[in-house]
């Protein structure tokens, strides 16, 4: 059984490099993009982080439906990112998708993780440590991300926390 890696940090944490260090440039890899350029930052965004990987990678964009897409990466690939969970619940959230299903979706990827049948490194924002959100759509979408990120770090063999730069083990167990 391969491994998985859940990485967490604040925006421009390094967590996206951090990601894709280490794979190799010709290998098997897959990225699972779950991002929209809905506007000129996010398209720019967008071009960085395509810049930053191999152009010998498999891109699937997966803005929706995570899971089938991930599972069909994993079964073609040796190594499988997916950037990020945050972009991919607010996209769920902006969809008019409810908690419960939201929530359905996160243990069915937890699944994933906790057995993937090829290396697994998934991105996600921390937002419970900023600045407490002023609306109830804000918050909803914190909540709801704070509990997606729970369930994936709990199958996750590895968790790290990306701060500044730097990669902190926040959790290593055997695969």
């Known amino acids: 059984m391969a491994s998985s890696l859940f990485i967490i940090g604040g925006a ?16 098997r890899v897959t990225f699972v993009a779950t991002a929209e350029a809905r506007d000129d930052d996010m398209a720019a965004r967008i071009t960085r982080h395509q810049a930053e990987r191999s152009p ?17 990466a994993l079964r073609a690939a ?23 299903a939201i929530l359905k979706e996160a ?21 419970g440590l900023g600045v407490h959100p002023a609306t ?3 918050l909803r979408f914190r909540d709801v991300l704070g509990l997606v990120n729970q369930r994936v770090a ?7 926390l990306m701060v500044v730069g730097l990669p902190h083990l926040l959790k290593d167990t055997p695969s």
């Open 107 to 127: 243990d069915a990827l937890a699944a994933l993780a906790a057995a993937p049948p090829a290396e697994l490194r998934i991105v996600s924002n921390e937002v």
């Open 56 to 72: 010998h990678w498999t891109t699937l964009e997966a803005p929706h439906d995570l899971v089938p897409r991930l599972t069909e």
């Open 78 to 100: 040796d190594a499988v990112v997916v950037d990020c969970l945050t972009l991919w619940v607010a996209n769920l959230v902006l969809r008019g998708d409810d908690d419960e």
């Open 154 to 160: 709990a199958a996750a063999h590895r968790v790290v």
């Open 136 to 138: 109830a759509d804000g």
């Open 12 to 27: 421009r944490s390094g967590k996206s490099r951090f990601a894709v260090s280490g794979l190799p440039p010709r290998g």
